[in-house]
């Protein structure tokens, strides 16, 4: 079991940034791949940047080049950091932890933190 708890959202003006963290507890946080979501009104829940255990990251294409996603094992800490905003990066933004086991999935989620970016 993983207990999510995401800080850092707000309201930004475009082309500001914001930085995102979640703070994990429960369980062997290194193990975990860990992920960043958002949804946006009326919109389906999209994957925006991902880490695995071993600091490989990706992300999506909207966000290339101007988000970055990064863990700390030792502070069970993951973070997105969001910088030259756009209006359409409005969303909540949800922390996921992700783990592949033998004989089943895990998936555990946050709250979520909302993001709102206007002038």
């Known amino acids: 079991q993983v207990h999510l708890v995401e800080s850092g959202g707000g309201l930004e003006q475009p082309g500001g940034s914001l930085r995102l963290s979640c703070a994990a507890s429960?369980?062997?946080?290194?193990?975990?791949?860990m992920g960043w979501y958002r949804q946006a009104p009326g919109k389906q829940r999209e994957l925006v940047a991902v880490?695995?255990?071993?600091?490989?990251?990706n992300y999506a294409d909207s966000v290339k080049g101007r988000f970055s996603i990064s863990r700390d094992n030792a502070k069970n800490t993951v973070s997105l950091q969001m910088n030259s905003l756009k209006p359409e990066d409005t969303a909540v933004y949800y922390c996921?932890?992700?783990?592949?086991?033998?004989?089943?999935?895990?998936?555990?989620w946050g709250q979520g933190t909302q993001v709102t970016v206007s002038s």
């Open positions: 429960g369980s062997i946080f290194s193990i975990y791949t």
């Open positions: 880490i695995t255990s071993g600091g490989t990251t």
């Open positions: 996921n932890a992700h783990y592949s086991g033998t004989l089943r999935e895990y998936d555990y």
